[in-house]
């Protein structure tokens, strides 16, 4: 397996709080990315990331911001919760062309946002 | 923009039947096809991919064609078992940003 961590695996919060994921990866690969998974919606990119410091959005990108420092982590951060960003994220990563774009997924965190 | 259009479920079928899940997409360009899975409780795994028109993927029975001229990549597999009671996403990569456009998923239900 992909050696791709994420915590907090659960987090309960409330509203207006602010909330920060991070994704872990030990493969050394350069892109990274964050996923929201809704029902009826399959999975929907928030950011990415194509090396250090190097990000962009992706098309629910609204309400969050991202920062990634080292090869190894992306931190999702949440400024101020909102009941609608309750969703399972799931960190991804992948070595681009060189792994035939391939991405590899971690186990998901659950966030409830009260 | 891109998307990425799934046969609503849940599938339910009896263990040995076939299986097919349509999967269609718009796309600018030419863009890789994916069918990842999920199953309860954990991340999306690879299932199989296609890079290029008429490309077949395949992997532990399941197959998949990219067919640019009606914009399809359905998953087919001949007999299916109880362990491939699973959620199935079809996905296409954008080029540009090599993120994956994810359908919305199909869960698929085999019953003994």
Same mark, same amino acid.
């Given at each position: ?10 987090? @309960? ?57 080292? %090869?190894?982590?992306?931190?999702? %951060? ?37 | ?63 998949? %064609? ?20 699973? @959620? ?25």
């Amino acid at each position: 397996d992909a050696g791709i961590t994420q915590s907090p695996r659960h987090k @309960v919060t409330e509203t207006g709080t602010p909330v920060t994921l991070r994704c872990h990866q030990t493969e050394n690969h350069r892109y990274m990315y964050w996923y929201r998974q809704d029902p009826g919606h399959g999975l929907r990119l928030i950011h990415y990331s194509y090396g250090v410091k190097d990000t962009d959005k992706g098309e629910v990108s609204d309400g969050y911001s991202v920062s990634r420092s080292k %090869t190894e982590d992306f931190l999702l %951060t949440l400024e101020s919760a909102t009941s609608s960003q309750t969703s399972v994220y799931f960190c991804a990563i992948s070595e681009g062309e060189l792994g035939g774009n391939e991405q590899f997924f971690g186990p998901g965190t659950r966030l409830t946002v009260l | 923009g891109n998307s990425v259009t799934q046969m609503e479920g849940p599938v339910t079928l009896s263990e040995e039947a076939f299986l097919t899940i349509n999967c269609t997409y718009t796309a600018t360009g030419y863009p890789s096809l994916f069918w990842y899975v999920q199953y309860p409780g954990e991340g999306l795994q690879l299932l199989l991919k296609a890079t290029k028109a008429d490309d077949k993927g395949s992997n532990k029975g399941f197959e998949a %064609t990219y067919r640019k001229e009606t914009t399809s990549f359905h998953l087919e597999k001949g007999s299916v078992q109880v362990s491939d009671s699973a @959620v199935y996403f079809c996905a296409l990569m954008d080029t540009g940003r090599r993120a994956l456009t994810f359908g919305s998923g199909t869960r698929l239900q085999v019953q003994p």
